[in-house]
């Protein structure tokens, strides 16, 4: 049975509502046999364009971005641009009813590939159309994982990439199809083949492809579920070292995520907690820099003030999502700002903790609930204990005493740190006592 585990994360570290373990029976994609089959065909969209004047058929797919107001297609650079900073023109999505016309507003390609569009940046080859979402409508979509993203660590080269030699598919309209034509050519084709080589920033797989399948999803059965892990963009470079797609990485992530008009994520903030009407509340980690090569990594501590000095700030954003779910199951994360190598929050709800890690794993995954994309807005952090049990992640501070608390009342900057992070069974009330503040 396929494994979906990180070689360097302990397996009880995987959300089990992800996992591929002996009780979840999949197919031999690795997909979860209560899926419907063939799903993935709805999230597959063929783009026709016009190129320095002569007309072009590419794919995209969409994927589902958590609290995202658009509905988000992610494709290849080079069927949006056709010159520097110069969109092509007439880019229209292909439906079985209707050609649905694309304007440049829309549209968002990596500054790097859209300066210099050719194949020597064959890595920063993608971009993204932008769709108004009907909020009312199910959210559609590929599910993504960062973990999928991460090249080998050093430490772990000998285990190798968590992707190579894994069962790949790729998928796309070849430019003879449409979803417009009757079957079977109304469906996008599924081409499969393994990974013959994982870059930090680019796939390369033997899966059988043709020049307009560009743009399509490379993606596999992950946590039982259809995750996609690169956008599909160019044939093979050399003999034998497979076709190419840009790997949805960190930098990827992160960039999808700043274009204008998406802004997922929050930037240097600090996180806040409401569980005192008197007090500010705010998670204090001290600096890496702090601890000493081989020490263990330090531990979050509930930094107490009026409002206390401020010294740990947070990027964050979304890490994962399933496909077709609602906002609140995907998952966000935590890493210090303005750090490297990256430093992550690691929520260990078994050992009431919260920890510094040097490489994403799973527990660096929370949920946030109620959250928007906006700072001084409450909610709740959720964290997952064991198998499909989730905590309420909250602070307290009954350890500090009244000398402690008089001590605060003369100094706004200074401050009291305390234990108490809390992991608590949900209440059935609604709970949202976190939230951002802005540097």
Known sequence: MFNPEIPDVPSHLFHQSHQNRETLKTDRYRIDLTTSAGRWENWVVKLEFNKLGEGKHGNGFYINIPNSKHDVILTAGHNLVDAPNHFCTQIRIITPLAEIPVSNNNLRVCERYKVEPNENNAIYDYGVI????????????FGFNLMLGLAASREGRK???VLQNRALSVSGYKPQDSPQNSKPTNLPRRAEGSCVKANSYQLMYSAKTEEGMSGGPVWLGFRGVETVVAVHNYGAEDSGEGNRGSRLNLDLLTTIFGFDDLKLGWTNVSLQYLGSPAYSM?????????TAPGKIAPEGRVRVGKPGRLETWFDVLPVSAPPDEKDSEGCYAFRLHDVEPARWLGWDANGRKVTLVSRFDARCEVKLLHVVIQPGKPFAIRAQLKANEWVEVRMGMALLDEND???LEADPESYEDTSEI???PISKEKVGLWFFRLL
Do not use: V
């Open 130 to 141: 932008l769709l108004d979402r009907d909020r009312k409508a199910p959210r559609r979509g």
């Open 159 to 161: 285990e190798g990439d």
């Open 405 to 407: 608390l008089e001590a």
């Open 422 to 424: 809390l992991f608590e």
């Open 282 to 290: 705010h998670l204090h980690l001290y600096s890496p820099s702090s």
